[in-house]
T-cell receptor, first 113, second 114 residues
Framework: SQKIEQNSEALNIQEGKTATLTCNYT??????LQWYRQDPGRGPVFLLL?????KEKRKERLKVTFDTTLKQSLFHITASQPADSATYLC????????????FGSGTRLLVRP | DGGITQSPKYLFRKEGQNVTLSCEQN?????MYWYRQDPGQGLRLIYY???????QKGDIAEGYSVSREKKESFPLTVTSAQKNPTAFYLC?????????????FGDGTRLSIL
């Protein structure tokens, strides 16, 4: 069956450390993968997109990797801050002509001061 | 500023009642989407529209209906046939599909049963 998995347990880290979130998928062949941030009671906000032919993408303190062999994406936040505390969603796209996104359930990140 | 506006923020439904959730965008995007979000689950696609006057069912369309008469508007009706409507509903829009562009989301409507 097709699955997209993110760690359901919250990730609790100390301010200044690097947060690493994982997105694993099975039986999908995405052309690209997106990461979103969602705050409580708000809609998701787009952060980064990485295509299947890209190994790594960076934006300020954010870095995303995409390994199509392992069927995994890693999302890193360096020098984390309490303001980074939120739920982070990964989404697979470009798998069929409908252009739908398939979302993971998200991982909650808590950054302690 | 361009964006997506969902209303109302909170909505309560009585048994046997249909309710309509509003979604308006001024981003000039062609594609619009409706998702349902339940605790601990990913966003699940209800309906989507890639162009005005056309829409397709998503993965959980039963008990819902939509219309797309204008580019800016994509209202969702939760009908009485939807037996478990309590959830957080999110509307999104996107530039012409297939361009690898991100989806832009509204801030959701939380629907509860009275």
């Amino acid at each position: 069956s097709q699955k997209i998995e993110q760690n359901s347990e919250a990730l609790n880290i100390q301010e200044g450390k690097t947060a690493t979130l994982t997105c694993n998928y099975t039986n999908y062949s995405p052309a690209y993968l997106q990461w979103y941030r969602q705050d409580p009671g708000r809609g998701p906000v787009f952060l980064l997109l990485i295509r299947e032919n890209e190994k790594e993408k960076r934006k300020e303190r954010l870095k995303v990797t995409f390994d199509t062999t392992l069927k995994q994406s890693l999302f890193h936040i360096t020098a984390s801050q309490p303001a980074d505390s939120a739920t982070y969603l990964c989404a697979l796209g470009g798998m069929d002509s409908s252009y739908k996104l398939i979302f993971g359930s998200g991982t909650r990140l808590l950054v302690r001061p | 500023d361009g964006g997506i506006t969902q209303s109302p923020k909170y909505l309560f439904r009585k048994e046997g009642q249909n309710v309509t959730l509003s979604c308006e965008q001024n981003l000039n995007h062609d594609a619009m989407y409706w998702y349902r979000q339940d605790p601990g689950q990913g966003l699940r696609l209800i309906y989507y529209s890639q162009i005005v006057n056309d829409f397709q069912k998503g993965d959980i369309a039963e008990g819902y209906s939509v219309s797309r008469e204008k580019k800016e508007s994509f209202p969702l009706t939760v009908t009485s046939a939807q037996k478990n409507p309590t959830a957080f509903y999110l509307c999104a829009s996107e530039k012409p599909p297939g361009t690898n562009q991100p989806q832009h989301f509204g801030d959701g409507t939380r629907l509860s049963i009275l």
